[in-house]
């Protein structure tokens, strides 16, 4: 019960950083391209690369903690459902060089920032 307790609050967390990360680039850069969602996906992807790293590495985390954070906070921060609606949204809007950036910053990037994740934790 209390993982799940855990797991229920990180990912509150999570959420409400994914809504005020979105609702910020949304002011400043506008709605046509979803920079939000790009932002949210590569933070949580680093953040599942430090935290699985520091984990599993490092064992400076318990693996029931490490899961919690990652299941809960990384989870409900990273927006694969989200990147999804916003990439057929830009080809259903005929923006379909942006919807293929949207596809290939989105994948690279987060692969790229994950690694960077772990990178970090190895060099600390």
Known sequence: MEKIILVFAFGGIG???????SSFTKTIAGTTFPIGTLIVNCLGSFIFG???????EK??????????????????????????????????????????ANVLLNNFLCLGFLLAGTIVVKNA
């Open 50 to 56: 430090l935290i699985w790293s520091i984990g599993s």
């Open 15 to 21: 959420s409400l950083m994914r809504f005020g990360v």
């Open 59 to 100: 064992a400076a985390l318990s693996p029931q903690l490490s899961s919690v954070i990652l299941i809960g906070f990384a989870g409900a921060l990273t927006t694969f459902s989200t990147f999804s609606f916003d990439t057929v949204q830009l080809f259903k809007n005929q923006h379909i060089g942006l919807a293929i």
